[in-house]
């Protein structure tokens, strides 16, 4: 049961990972009585679909559509969204805005009305060694098609504070992830100021981030302001590296603004 003044947290996880990254995070915010749901995408985690069968950013992200569709209409919740999950956080503002109190980008993603998914997609991968040892599938035009981390990448980029058996989890559990590059998925990813702009975002820095490099972090923020900026000197997986800092900057923003 949840404690006088518990939130409902979302926690969306980034690509070739899982709900299972929060496993820290959501026992500290349940242990501080509130509700907590982790999600995993389609083809993520134990979700059962195959990599074959998602086509489009929708289909990956039916999941977390069709549980924030099933809430109650008066139900609101704190969005938390990490990496590439703040594409996902991105859409279901769009899409629910009325059910979000707040939503967190976790050195994530942060597409808005005038600033593209496909935008800061391109300027974040620059550069030819960024997916390192990682998988990589192509289509007939060369573009990417989905990406399975490697472990170099993983270590060195993600991993490199956080504590050596989460690495090897990551490395156990990866999964591969698709690169939507499709019409219908540019469309999905199309956001207002109606809807996406009338819901309040805090954006929570990494600054020794090797994969969202800081740099970058401050560009989206620049590009799309936020409501607020924090920051945690950590890497880019600071669920696992700063755990109780993070639930702790979580729970702050929650009581700011639900």
């Known amino acids: 049961m949840e404690k006088s003044g518990g939130r409902h947290f979302v926690l969306v996880h980034g690509a070739c990972h899982g709900a299972w990254c929060w496993f820290e995070v959501a026992t500290l915010l349940r242990a501080a009585g509130h509700r907590v749901t982790a999600q995993d995408m389609a083809a993520s985690g134990i979700n059962p679909k195959q990599l074959y069968e998602i086509q489009t950013i929708s289909d ?56 593209t998914l496909q935008a800061i997609g391109d300027k974040i991968i620059q550069g030819l060694d960024y997916f390192m040892d990682s998988k990589l599938t192509f289509d007939q035009g060369n573009r990417i098609t989905s990406v399975l981390f490697g472990p170099m990448f993983l270590s060195t980029k993600l991993y490199q504070l956080s504590p050596p058996q989460v690495l090897t989890l990551a490395m156990l559990l990866g999964r591969p992830k698709r690169v939507f590059n499709d019409a ?42 936020p409501n607020e900026v924090k920051m945690i000197h950590t890497d880019h997986m600071v669920m696992f590296s700063k755990p109780q800092e993070l639930a702790s900057n979580l729970q702050e923003i929650a009581d700011k603004y639900y």
């Open 60 to 115: 990956y992200l039916d999941p977390l559509l069709s549980f924030m569709a099933s809430l109650p209409p008066d139900e609101r919740v704190v969005l938390v969204g990490h990496s590439a999950g703040g594409a996902a956080t991105s859409v279901v503002m769009e899409r629910f805005p009325q059910k979000v109190a707040v939503a967190v980008f976790i050195s994530a993603l942060m597409p808005g009305p005038d600033f």
């Open 184 to 225: 219908q998925s540019l469309k999905d990813t199309t956001f207002t100021k109606e809807n996406y702009g009338s819901v309040e975002r805090v954006f929570i820095m990494c600054s020794e981030d090797k994969s969202i490099t800081k740099e970058n972090q401050m560009w989206m923020i620049e590009n799309n302001p």
